[in-house]
């Protein structure tokens, strides 16, 4: 690996150690092995390198629980198992959640990293269409991402957020789709 890469795994390990508000430059120095100018170089800045890290972290994540899914694409079945897989790994990797909070929470303070997670965000979002969907994620049109695809960000950022204040009231995949059920028959009353 090279010192652009190094600079990307110790970022994501310092991420999830101390967070993005306590991860200084240091931190990443002595983490990856590499030198303080190695960011600028690669990354322009800190922030910019952790907000790739985070990325990346998020990149990583699996939603399918390992094996694929099982409902037919757009069925309800198919919302379910996304969602209930989405809370397990809520469940097993609460410092990732974390993170997410803390950069949201950090927004504005943070308008170049703001950008580049806005970015992200959309591509986050056409991934969890495809999920849903089926359709490969190449093959999602931006409008779709824009849309349907922004709403399940929109959900899945009240998920995190609701996880993080008290996973005890949380709720899970089971949860969110009696609560669709509800929606869409309330949507198709005649």
Excluded at 34 to 53: E, F, P, R, V
Excluded at 61 to 67: A, T
Excluded at 83 to 111: K, N, Y
């Amino acid at each position: 690996m090279g010192h652009r890469e190094d600079l990307l795994e110790g970022a994501k390990r310092c991420l999830l150690a101390k967070g993005f508000a306590r991860t200084t430059a240091r931190d990443i120095v002595k983490e990856s092995g590499t030198n303080l100018a190695s960011i600028g170089y690669h990354y322009g800045s800190k922030d910019a390198l952790l907000a790739q890290a985070y990325i990346a972290l998020v990149e990583e994540m699996s939603f399918d629980g390992g094996g694929g899914i099982a409902g037919a694409p757009g069925s309800l079945e198919r919302f379910r198992e996304v969602w209930s897989h989405i809370v397990d790994s809520m469940r097993e990797s609460g410092a990732m959640w974390r993170l997410g909070v803390e950069i949201i929470a950090m927004g504005d303070q943070l308008p170049e990293v703001r950008d580049q997670l806005s970015r992200a965000q959309r591509e986050g979002g056409r991934g969890l269409v495809s999920l849903m969907t089926g359709v490969p994620e190449e093959e999602v049109s931006d409008e779709t991402a824009d849309t349907l695809g922004r709403f399940y960000m929109t959900l899945m950022s009240g998920l995190i957020s609701q996880w993080t204040f008290d996973p005890k009231t949380a709720p899970d995949g089971e949860v969110l789709t009696e609560g669709l059920r509800q929606i869409v028959e309330g949507a198709t009353r005649t």
